[in-house]
Antibody
Framework: QVQLVQSGAEVKKPGASVKVSCKASGYTFTSYGISWVRQAPGQGLEWMGW????????NYAQKLQGRVTMTTDTSTSTAYMELRSLRSDDTAVYYC???????????????WGQGTLVTVSS | DIQMTQSPSTLSASVGDRVTITCRASQSISSWLAWYQQKPGKAPKLLIY???SLESGVPSRFSGSGSGTEFTLTISSLQPDDFATYYC??????????FGPGTKVDIK
């Protein structure tokens, strides 16, 4: 069965970086993409970007351009999302989700990770 | 960016009720719309994609309709497991894919 298992909760200081991992199993990793979505406490969902696990192509939300990097390690079927220059408003649960397409983001997600809480606080 | 709105923001209903949630896009998104259900502390669950396609394993009491700028999610007979928050999401345009603000369905 398809599973996406994310790394554990993080506490970071403003200005620091965080790298969240998402390990996939139960399917051929390189045949799909991975998108990242975050949710601030008590708030709605925000799409952050997408990476192709096939060729590494990315597309990031303009709001996060320059601060976010998404990568994959096909040898371990793991996707990573790094966010730099953290601010208090980056405090959120970060989710990875499997995108049905490998060459472009189809935008709808049938499988999600369990979420990773990132808290930014001095 | 394409803006998504949902109405109502909160909906109080009883088991067995027919429930309809509306989602509107600030510009045409064809049928590139998904609906998700989210319960507290859990990841969203895909219900509907491409406006009206039911995700595998989702009960048939859920249905989606619409195209262009106006869409609806209907629950034909509300069940106890359906009390949750529902989000629509457009994926017509990359810049960026946007979600609606959510509709909370609670017990009347």
């Amino acid at each position: 069965q398809v599973q996406l298992v994310q790394s554990g909760a993080e506490v970071k200081k403003p200005g620091a970086s965080v790298k969240v991992s998402c390990k996939a199993s139960g399917y051929t990793f390189t045949s799909y993409g991975i998108s990242w979505v975050r949710q601030a406490p008590g708030q709605g969902l925000e799409w952050m970007g997408w990476i192709s696990a096939y060729n590494g192509n990315t597309n990031y939300a303009q709001k996060l351009q320059g601060r976010v990097t998404m990568t994959t390690d096909t040898s371990t079927s793991t996707a990573y999302m790094e966010l730099r220059s953290l601010r208090s408003d980056d405090t959120a649960v970060y989710y990875c989700a499997r995108d049905p397409q490998a060459l472009y983001s189809s935008g709808w997600y049938g499988y999600w990770g369990q979420g990773t809480l990132v808290t930014v606080s001095s | 960016d394409i803006q998504m709105t949902q109405s109502p923001s909160t909906l109080s209903a009883s088991v067995g009720d027919r429930v309809t949630i509306t989602c509107r896009a600030s510009q045409s998104i064809s049928s590139w719309l998904a609906w998700y259900q989210q319960k507290p502390g859990k990841a969203p669950k895909l219900l509907i994609y491409k406006a009206s396609s039911l995700e595998s394993g989702v009960p048939s009491r859920f249905s989606g309709s619409g195209s262009g700028t106006e869409f609806t999610l209907t629950i034909s007979s509300l069940q106890p497991d359906d009390f949750a928050t529902y989000y629509c999401q457009q994926y017509n345009s990359y810049s960026p894919f946007t979600f609606g603000p959510g509709t909370k369905v609670d017990i009347k």
